[in-house]
């Protein structure tokens, strides 16, 4: 599975950005698909998973009512709408795909990365 992020770039605070991951080599539809972050000089840090019928979410509390995972299995794709962003929210955001069924916050996890995309938020 190749996943390719997209979507990030330069906003305000308080403004929003749509992230994309569009996944191929493999159809995802079976896989608990996830974003993460990792900021500079940080650990790479949960953001959202969704599991294969979109049906279940699950966010940390940093961004829990801000942030919205979603998933169109037709396209192989994973959206991350993050809306509210604040500076601390500046990282590269990567998405992952873990098989199986059962969500997970823990990156070790995760059988595939994409290659990240930097959102930075100016205060």
């Known amino acids: 599975v190749q996943l390719q992020a997209s979507g990030g770039g330069l906003v305000q605070a308080g403004g929003s950005l749509r992230l994309s991951c569009a996944a191929s080599?493999?159809?995802?539809?079976?896989?608990?698909l996830g974003w993460f972050r990792q900021a500079p000089g940080k650990e790479r840090e949960f953001v959202a998973a969704?599991?294969?019928?979109?049906?279940?979410?699950d966010y940390p509390d940093s961004v829990k009512g801000r942030f919205t995972i979603s998933r169109d299995n037709a396209k192989n794709t994973v959206f991350l709408q993050m809306n509210s962003l604040k500076p601390e929210d500046t990282a590269i955001y990567y998405c992952a795909a873990r098989g199986g069924y059962t969500s997970s916050s823990t990156p070790t996890l995760y059988n595939y990365w994409g290659q990240g995309t930097l959102v930075t938020v100016s205060s």
């Open positions: 969704i599991k294969w019928s979109g049906s279940s979410a």
């Open positions: 080599g493999r159809t995802v539809s079976s896989y608990v």
